[in-house]
């Protein structure tokens, strides 16, 4: 396609986390897509902490890859370092975490999308937005391009009008040594659109030769690693690099505090709110004052580099105050800076003003996707990117949006936080946040979302294939379980080891096996379960999928339940432009919340904050209901 005279499907403005998953699934779907970036050096740069996954968002990863996203294989194969965190809990709770090599993560990305059919790439700065009355139709660029489209996605990360602060200075940027991005905020905000100021920060990346690691505590990696994707291509690390972990002090925050008059953060020249889950520095110690010491973890930045990012120690203070507290950190006395931590400033929309598949509700054809949307982290960026993309393509397609429920994906619980409730601070992902958390176990996202990945045209027949397998040997197991019983002198000498009530007469392992004492290491030391595993080719996946379901099927049954009773309230829809501030018998607050954010389903609507329960009562009469 020549650039200047034809029109593509979809442009993705921005080429971070966002904006990689965005294009890669537009692209894979057929679409002719074109990604405009600042720098295609710097495509899927790791800005902050050379890391993906963790609590939640290690499910939200996992779920990008079940549907055919790239971020997991990216991953895997630039991984140095793999953890299952929160093992000592409920399945649940199990959230994957991989350290990265940062200029191998960027590296490969940009290999991934010159691989894909149907995509440019092409680098430029967009600094506004074409309309034909209320539709988007192209870009303008830094150069005075003109390029058509006919969906656009907005990926612009921390680069609208950004700002940086360090101390006392200030100068325009999205992230260190690369300028800010204008134009796009204000051509929105003239069509009615509502914008925000938000911030994030990073902390220092120093030196390891300059480090005395001895004074540290070592953080190793899982004794046997798995990996993110479910995909064959790419392998389990068999060698890891360590982290390490040491702690903050009163002397070093006496230092700190030293700075703190100079700090943007606390002389009001940043305007945007911060992360509350990812503070900074100066911030823990002024809500914290009571704490003597905070964690810092000392995380490589790759395998051949000698550069380390000092989690923990995100701040924007002046830089002398900087060195001459990180230097009475334990085992950072000789430390050499690479680069001084920072805080930035940015604009963002607050995400109420989008349709749950991510277009604008003012402007048809246009979408936001990442920290646009008042998020923060690679994983949620991410997710959204994917959505936004394949909406894109499937509006030009013609095909009906994809949209995925609370009860589906944390992906759904996210867009859905994010279009019902908004978000007034950056937005990050917990478990807590997800009423169906059993449901949405990272072991089991595979089998939640690829048959979903599959019908889109994402995931292949190979992924597939493998969702079949290990659905129908995970139900292999279980039926045996159930259906093969067990006598007292076969299974007593195991209770009683494990101090469980011992039998007194036969019963079904799937009974014995859902007891809390015992796992599935003692559940293969009954009679003929070994052999069954063996004849039947079943895997430490399948024997895990297994274990699971036998230990909270129970719980797991109740969630079902509990989705298919708001399932029922999602089913009823409400008209398009619905007019809300006609019903008097609802309150003030609901009218003005409902008319602005337009719920699609009494369901959404009562997930609204300041919309009651007697509220809806008077909506479903409304409805007839």
Wanted: with cysteine; net charge positive; proline share 4%.
């Amino acid at each position: 396609m020549n650039l200047f005279t034809g029109t593509y499907d979809v442009i993705v403005i921005g080429g971070g986390h966002a904006g990689s998953e965005a294009a890669s699934s537009a692209a894979k779907l057929g679409a002719k897509t074109l990604l405009i970036t600042m720098s295609l050096q710097n495509i899927a740069q790791m800005s902050c902490n050379p890391a993906m996954g963790g609590i939640a968002k290690g499910q939200i990863v996992r779920e990008i890859d079940a549907l055919g996203g790239l971020s997991a294989i990216v991953t895997d194969k630039t991984a140095i370092q793999f953890k299952m965190l929160n093992k000592s809990k409920g399945p649940a709770m199990w959230s994957p975490r991989a350290q990265s090599d940062r200029m191998r993560f960027a590296e490969e990305w940009r290999i991934q999308l010159e691989g894909i059919d149907n995509l440019d790439l092409f680098q430029d700065s967009v600094n506004g937005l074409i309309f034909d009355v209320n539709r988007v139709v192209g870009v303008k660029t830094l150069l005075g391009l003109k390029i058509l489209a006919r969906t656009v996605i907005v990926t612009a990360g921390t680069f609208l009008n950004g700002k940086i602060h360090i101390g006392d200075k200030q100068f325009g940027g999205g992230r260190a040594g690369e300028g800010s991005s204008t134009g796009i905020t204000e051509d929105l905000v003239k069509l009615g659109f509502t914008s925000g100021r938000m911030k994030t920060g990073t902390p220092p990346r120093v030196d390891s030769r300059s480090l005395d690691f001895s004074k540290m505590i070592e953080q190793t990696g899982d004794d046997n690693p798995t990996k993110f994707s479910y995909s064959t291509i790419t392998k389990s690390l068999t060698e890891q690099r360590s982290c390490y972990m040491t702690y903050t002090s009163n002397e070093v925050h006496d230092l700190l505090r030293e700075g703190f008059e100079k700090s943007p953060m606390f002389n009001g020249r940043i305007q945007g709110v911060g992360p509350r889950y990812c503070p900074s520095i100066e911030d823990k110690i002024d809500r914290f004052s009571s704490k003597d010491r905070h964690q810092l973890f000392i995380e490589p930045e790759g395998w051949n580099t000698t550069e380390i990012y000092v989690n923990g120690f995100s701040t924007s203070l002046p830089h002398d105050v900087q060195y001459r507290a990180l230097r009475k950190v334990p085992g950072f006395e000789q430390v050499k800076f690479l680069r001084f931590g920072y805080a930035i400033e940015y604009d963002y929309f607050p995400p109420t003003q989008l349709k749950h598949n991510l277009e604008t509700k003012l402007v048809e054809g246009l979408f936001f996707a990442g920290q646009i949307n008042g998020t923060t982290g690679y994983e949620e960026a991410a997710a959204q990117g994917l959505m936004a993309g394949i909406n894109a393509t499937l509006k030009v397609q013609g095909r009906e949006s994809f949209i995925l429920k609370r009860d589906e994906a944390y992906i759904g619980v996210l867009i859905d936080d994010l279009i019902t409730k908004g978000t007034e601070e950056p937005y990050r992902m917990f478990t807590s946040r997800a009423e169906y958390r059993t449901l949405l176990r990272q072991d089991n996202a595979d089998l939640r979302l690829t048959p979903k990945g599959y019908d889109l045209g994402l995931a292949s027949k190979e992924r597939m294939d493998r969702v079949v397998e290990k659905q129908t040997k995970t139900d292999l197991f279980i039926g045996f379980l159930k259906n093969t019983s067990i006598k007292p002198e076969d299974v007593n000498p195991i209770l009683k080891e494990r101090k469980s009530a011992l039998v007194t007469q036969s019963m079904k392992m799937f009974k014995i096996a859902s007891r809390p004492q015992l796992n599935f290491n003692d559940v293969k030391m009954f009679p003929g379960v070994e052999q069954f595993i063996r004849q039947n080719n079943i895997d430490n996946e399948i024997v895990e999928q297994t274990e699971i379901h036998v230990k909270y099927s129970g719980y797991i049954e109740k969630e079902k339940n509990s989705a298919d009773k708001i399932q029922r309230l999602e089913n009823i829809k409400i008209p398009a432009n619905f007019e809300y501030r006609k019903i008097q018998s609802i309150s003030y607050e609901a009218r003005e919340k409902l008319s602005q954010i337009q719920p699609t389903s009494i369901s959404q609507a009562s997930r609204i904050s300041g919309v009651s329960p007697s509220d809806i009562s008077v909506l479903l009469v409304y409805m007839g209901r």
